[in-house]
Structure formats: structure tokens, C-alpha cells
């Protein structure tokens, strides 16, 4: 029946994007019909865990941009390409029979969370975090100033952040943040650009590193050595970056070497791998390949920001940065930064603060809260909105990587599934799913981007970054990507 009517629908030229129903085989009127809020890790593995969990289930994936994949696509460094292997286990979800992916739909503002909720049996919010963490330091809004969030969606071609065009003109730069954001944003600003040119980082942010004069990147942090939060493959990989040496502040350690007993096993690599890379003397050929660098990188520990000073020259530019000197209170990944009175001027002309994400409110019939800026929930249950369900940073604060996303996703989906069994969750009626919604579409004049569709841009971009040796070149603009897809 369901068939027979999207056949019928995309016959008309009606909504072309209906057109990819076409691929449901296994759809009825009785069908459960659950909707995702964003196509990131989240919002796949969500789907993945409900259609894979029950034959009668189908899940529609609206997602704001004309392209999928979330953080996959716009966070994860370029020249960490393995981890972007997930796009084929997405790629299956998507091209599932009883899935369907409607892009360029700002959920919010295209269509409201209680439209959806209307049109499906269950709504799970997977939107991510799509803000950022403030310092609250005067001159935080400087020129010369950027969020790793920016600065992150700069280099792999995030539509907003395209045209950011950091001033990379200084010498020396400060990254706020010992995370693994903070590393990734200190390793692409000091690699070799013959490294990232075989990647597909932006064409236009390859050329504004091949001419950075920035030499020296220091990551600095408000707590200790053993509280870093990056991880020790991402610190590795910044020890090895060909072209740079380290650069510590060797009486930061202090008492570091004692403490490793009463730290846990991960963590303990971690430490080890700093204090080695801070105190030892390097064999021969390191000393030789050090000796070489013209970059330099360190990490700096127990200072947060305080200010933001500009220039005499330019008010309007940063000129340095003024930290607070600070003790630890406490032992441990638990241990307090206390301020100790002390204060420290860095001359800097880059500032990036990568002091994490943070999810903002879509639509205000969504409860929100704003201290934790989280959906508030309960495994997955938004509180006090039945049918309505969150997942992936959204549901948990921006902290944990593609696989802690993917088990809080499946977690998400067992609670929903649970919910429809023990009948807490109310699928007697039928629903009208992306049929309802399509219709409210037409009405809108918007024009969701399929999977197919987003294949066209797939397929374009490989072909740009084949000409250029890359693995792709990524369209920037939204109205170019669906100029393509419409072709
Ligand atoms: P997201 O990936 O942000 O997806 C949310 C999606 O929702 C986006 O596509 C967004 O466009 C969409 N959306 C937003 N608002 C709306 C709306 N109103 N309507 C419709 N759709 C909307 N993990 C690793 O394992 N390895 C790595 O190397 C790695 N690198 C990372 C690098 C960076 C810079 C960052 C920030 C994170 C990295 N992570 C990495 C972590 C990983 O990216 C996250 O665990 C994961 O992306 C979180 O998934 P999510 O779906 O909750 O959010
Ligand atoms: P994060 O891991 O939470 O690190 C945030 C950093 O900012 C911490 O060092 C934190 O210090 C600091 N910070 C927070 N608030 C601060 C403040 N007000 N002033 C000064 N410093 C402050 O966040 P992230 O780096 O954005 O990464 C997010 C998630 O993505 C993490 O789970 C990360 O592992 C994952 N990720 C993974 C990869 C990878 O696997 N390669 C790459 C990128 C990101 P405190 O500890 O003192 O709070």
C-alpha cells in the first residue's frame, strides 16, 4: 500500500525526496515508526539499534545539513582517517530498507519537535553539541581568538566555518585544554603540510598552513600531568610529528613520578609516556631528529585563563594571554585547581580554547537543562516527555569518543524498545511518519536531501580530491552541495 502511494507520490515530481521510500520494502500502516534527530555517530547507531532489533520498525533520520555523518565528517582530524571507517557501517544503516535519511531539514525551525512527535510513534533527539564552552575572561571575543570548535570545523570544511580564515601570521599560539580536541587542533597547526595535502583536509585551510608562520604551540591546562583528558595515542602521535620537539617545563613534574603508583592502568601509560618525553634524554637519533625540528611544541599545566590582553597596536587584537599560576587541591583524576595569586603573561597572537563542546536547546517544547546543557534524562528517557528520547552528546555532555557514542546509542535504543514491550510507550494508533511530514514539507517549500542524493555530493567530492591526490575534496557551501545533489 505504502508502496504503491510513494511510487504514485514521486511519480508527480511531488517532494522528490519521497522518492527514496521507494526502497521500503517492508512498510505498512501498522509499521512502528520512530524518527532521529541528527544524522551524526548518534543518530545511525540509534537507528541501527532499533531497526536491526525488531522487523516491524521503521526509523527516518532527519539531519540539518545536506550531508551526514556529524562530527565524523567535521570533527575527526583528517589525517585520522581509519576512524572515519564508521561512514561504512552508517552507509548500511542508511541504504536499510526500513531507514530513511532526510538531510537538509533543521529540525527546530523546518519542522517543530512536537510535529514530529505527532507523525511518529517515538522521537529520539541525537542532535549533538553544537556550541562551545566559553572561558568568561575579558577579551575572550578578541580578533585572533577562536573556539576549537571553529577552528576544528575550519579545516574540515564545516559550512559555518568555511570562510573563518584564522590569522595564522604569530609566532607562538596557545591552545587552553589538555584534551584530545586540544591535540589534534597543536598537530594540525605544526604538521607537515606534506602530510595533510593527502588527506582531505580543505584546499583553502592546506593553503593558509603552508604559509603559517606559527612555530610554537603551547596546550595549556588548569590541572597536573595526571589530569591531562587526552589520550595517549594522541599524545604519541604529537611526540612523533615529524618536524617538531618537545618542550617542557621539566619542574611541572615535580612528585609526578611518586603518584604514578595509585593511578589506573590507562592513565598510567599516559603519565609515563610524559614523563618520559619531559625528563629523559632521547637516544641518539631522537636527540638528532629533535635537533632538527624547526617547530616546537609543550605542554604547560596548572594555569587558566584569566585575560585576554590586546595590543598597543591594535586594540582590537590579541597580543598575549594572562593566566592564573595554580596548586592542586586533592590527588588524583578528582584533584582541584586553586588559584595561587600568581599570574603569568604569554605573548601570543593565536589563542584557540578547546575547553569542550557543549549542546544547545532546538525547540523550547523540549525540556532543557541549561547548567549541564544536556537533555535531562534517564537512560535515554527524556524526563517528563513521553515519546521523546535523546542519545549521543546530547544525552550524556559532550565527552566520550565514536565507540562510549555508539554503546550510549544502543543504550538508547534498548530503552525505547523496552518501553514499547512493557507498553509505557503508547504505539496503538497508526502513524503517519515521513507522509505527515513530507506534507507539512511541501506546504514549507522545504526539500529534503536523500541518501541518494548525498551520494551525487559523495561522488563529486571523491572526483574533486582524486585530482588533487586526496581521498576527497569536500564541497563548503550548502547551496553548492544541493545544486549537486539536485543534479
Ligand atoms: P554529532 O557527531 O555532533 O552529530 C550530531 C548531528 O546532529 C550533526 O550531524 C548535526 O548537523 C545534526 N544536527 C544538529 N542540530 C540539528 C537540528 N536542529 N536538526 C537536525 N539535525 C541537527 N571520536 C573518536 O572515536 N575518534 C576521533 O578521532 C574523534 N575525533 C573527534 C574530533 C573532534 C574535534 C570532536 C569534537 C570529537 C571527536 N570524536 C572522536 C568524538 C566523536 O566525534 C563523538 O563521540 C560523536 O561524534 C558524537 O556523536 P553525536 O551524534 O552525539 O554528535
Ligand atoms: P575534553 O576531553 O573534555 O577536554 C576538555 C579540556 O578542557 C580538559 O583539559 C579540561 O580540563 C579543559 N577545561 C574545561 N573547562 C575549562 C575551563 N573553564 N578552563 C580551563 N580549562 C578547561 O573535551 P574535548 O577535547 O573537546 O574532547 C571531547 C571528546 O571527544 C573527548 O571524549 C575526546 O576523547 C573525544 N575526542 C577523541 C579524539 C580521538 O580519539 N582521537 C579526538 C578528539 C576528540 P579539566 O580536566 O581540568 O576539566
Redesign the pocket.
Known sequence: MKIFTLLRVSGRRRGAWLHDGVRRLVTSASALKVCV????????YTAQGLIKARQDMEVDI????PV??????????PD?PE?KNVISTFTQTAQHTRCSFYGS?????DVTVEELQHAYHAVVL?????GNRRMGVPGEDLAGVYS??DF?GWYNGLPANSQLSPNLDSDTAVILGHG??AL?VARLLLSPVDILKKTDITQNALDALAESRVRRVLLVGRRGPIQVACSVKELREMVNLPGTRPEMVTAEFEGVAEALKEVPRPRKRLTELMLKTALETPGEKEQERRRKATRVWCLRFFRSPLAVLPSPDDPNRVASIRLAVNRLEGSGEGARAVPTGEVEDVNCGLIITSIG?KSLP?DSSVPFDPRKAIVPNSMGRVQQAAGLYC?????TG?T??????MNN?FDTARTLLEDIDSGTLDVSAAKSGSQGIGALFEKRGVKPVTFSDWEKIDKEETKRGQAKGKPREKLLDVEEMLRVART
Open positions: 534527530v541528527g544524522g551524526g555517530p548518534a543518530g545511525f532527519y539531519e540539518r545539513l551526514p555523518f556529524g562530527l565524523v565528517r567535521f570533527g575527526v582530524a585520522h576512524v531539514v533543521n529540525v527546530g525551525q541525537s542532535y549533538g553539541a553544537e576549537a570548535k576544528v584530545n580536541v589534534d563542546y532546538i542519545s549521543g552528546w546530547l544525552k559532550p566520550g569518543v565514536i565507540a562510549t557514542t546509542s
